[in-house]
């Protein structure tokens, strides 16, 4: 949601095609995301010239121990692309002993989150404003999350753009290493299509096993709606929830 409206179906023709220059010759990483020029409120520009080091973490290539950014060994959940953030903020003061981590590119939505940590006085949060699949490639260490978040990711709705869809086989097959043992990863979607292709994309990774059945939604997901999720329920939509946990080696 490079916008936070996420109509990826209304991109412009220079946007669709400077992101389908994926061919062998570009040697283009194929982008889960677009980043957009964004509109920031006086909060989100305050929080972020005020903020921004208590909560960010500059990327490096390189292992940061859960100690190393939150001071505490405590349960580690990731949430991919957290969006404006509310249901992180929520999360976190709800279970202030857990640690979470919010990796986002949209810079706007990472200032949303930086004002409510700081006017809720949250301790508990550390936030990339980075790639997500760089954070997970160089920067986690090995079976260190307990939770993996993927709320209302991208539905990149076009059949061409299908590709930049970040729920896929290979890409939760690389990053189950840093999955602990008995570590869950949580999908939600409120795009029929990508709920379909989440299921097909989740059952064929091997070392995990769906808590509700093979090829099952999960029907009571205790989870915090989320703001993109509202806007789905607004337009319609449906909303389809998976679990799924690491296997014992
Ligand atoms: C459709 S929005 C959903 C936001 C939020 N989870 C919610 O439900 O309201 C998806 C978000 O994922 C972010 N995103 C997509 N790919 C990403 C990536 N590779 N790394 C970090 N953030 C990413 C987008 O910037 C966008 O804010």
Redesign the pocket.
Known sequence: ??D?T?DNSTLSAAETSAQDRTSPESHRPI???VIRAGRYTDAQKAAIDEHWDDFVVPYEERHFSTEELFGSANPLTV??????G??LLEMAIANPERNFLG????KP?VGKLLHGLAEHGVTNVKVFC????D?LAHCIESASIETLLI?????WHKKRHNKRR?VQTEFISSLLPLLMEGGRIHL?TDWEPYAEHMVEAMEAVEGVCNINGTGNFWQTPDRPE????RRGVRLGHGVWDLLYEKKSA
């Open positions: 949601m490079s936070n996420s982008r889960s995301y949430e991919i692309g957290f969006g404006m509310d249901s990796i986002e590119v949209h939505g980075h790639d997500a699949k954070i709320f209302f990711p991208d539905p970040l939600a989320t703001k993109f999720e």
